[in-house]
Structure formats: structure tokens, C-alpha cells
């Protein structure tokens, strides 16, 4: 069965740091695009970023472009976003989506607050 287990999440500062992990297992992979959405408290999903199979391109939502950025380790079926300058706007679930697969997981809690 397809598995997309987020961690990393953490109570942070404004302006601080964070990296997102997402580790996978039951599907292929490399095989496929990979996407972070977020949903804040009392607010829709949100897309903010994806990535290619090969992880040679990303995109972004204008939200979070220039701040964080997504990366992929296909030898360990793993997805990470590296969050950079967290606002308090960054606070929400964040999850880990494989474009195709409708399996996602618990999401990593993200709280940006002095």
C-alpha cells in the first residue's frame, strides 16, 4: 500500500528556519511528480510547490517563492522543502502529495510564532 509518512515539523520563530521531510514507500517513486500543499487553520488547501521525477525543475507559489525550496532523493523515496525567512502566514499542515496517488499522509505541523 502506498505510504507518505511527513515529519519535521516544529514550533518556530518568524525568520526562522525549518526542513520538511517525506518519506515514501508503495509506489514507484521516481516515477512520479511530487508536490507540497499546506492548509492553514480554518483555510483551504493550498499548492506551493512541485517538483519534477528527475528533481532538475521546481515551481512555486508566489507565497512561499524565494524563501523555500523543494528537493527529492529518488535512491530514498524521499521528498524535503527547505523553509527559509518563516512569517507567521507559513503556519499550517503540510503535506506531501505524489501527482497521481490519492494517498497522503498525517501532514507535518508548521507553527511560525514569537
Known amino acids: 500500500q502506498v505510504q507518505v509518512v511527513e515529519s519535521g515539523g516544529d514550533l518556530v520563530q518568524p525568520g526562522g528556519s525549518l526542513k520538511l521531510s517525506c518519506a515514501t514507500s508503495g509506489f514507484t517513486f521516481s516515477n512520479h511528480n511530487m508536490d507540497w500543499v499546506r492548509q492553514a487553520p480554518g483555510k483551504g488547501l493550498e499548492w506551493i510547490s512541485g517538483?519534477?521525477?528527475?528533481?532538475?525543475?521546481?515551481t512555486y507559489a508566489d507565497s512561499v517563492k524565494g524563501r523555500f525550496t523543494i528537493s527529492r532523493d529518488n535512491a530514498e523515496n524521499t521528498l524535503f522543502l527547505h523553509m527559509t525567512n518563516l512569517k507567521p502566514d507559513d503556519t499550517a499542515a503540510y503535506y506531501c502529495?505524489?501527482?497521481?496517488?490519492?494517498?497522503w499522509g498525517k501532514g507535518a505541523q508548521v507553527t511560525v510564532s514569537s
Open positions: 517538483i519534477n521525477r528527475a528533481g532538475t525543475t521546481a
Open positions: 502529495a505524489p501527482d497521481n496517488i490519492a494517498s
